[in-house]
């Protein structure tokens, strides 16, 4: 199953009319335990994931990188589609700020290799992420991300 198969799986379940009973998941045995279980959602769950990564309290000590490495070993494991918690927000501004170079390098290098992928990309970022990103979070600007992202790309 793709991922974009999984995301729509996972709209259609959100959408649906009854209640969604997700199952817990933390490594790719769990996520293997859950899908052989039936359901038909697995959650990854802060408190969980800060547990199964480092062995401590959910206490904002879990970085992006480390959630996101673990759900892709996760996806790896299974095609079960998954709600991932990201609560805390993995930092402060400079975080924020980061976080929008790294999707802009990510578009920049998109729009290079294929350009209609890019321009889907594109418009995702521009018209929905951003938006929110400015309104949120950025005081001034986006700019020098942006433009720290073009240096790298």
Known sequence: MT??????KLRAILSGPGCVRPGSVYDAISIRIAEDLGFELGMFGGSVASLAILGDPDIALITLTELAEQMRRMSRASKLPVLVDADHGYGNALNVRR???????????????????GALLRDWLDGHVLPLFRTNFFLHSDDPSRAGARAHA
Do not use: M
């Open 99 to 117: 976080t929008v170079q790294e999707l802009e390098i990510g578009v920049l290098l998109a729009e290079r290799r294929d350009r209609s992928q």
């Open 3 to 8: 991922f974009s198969s999984r995301r729509q």
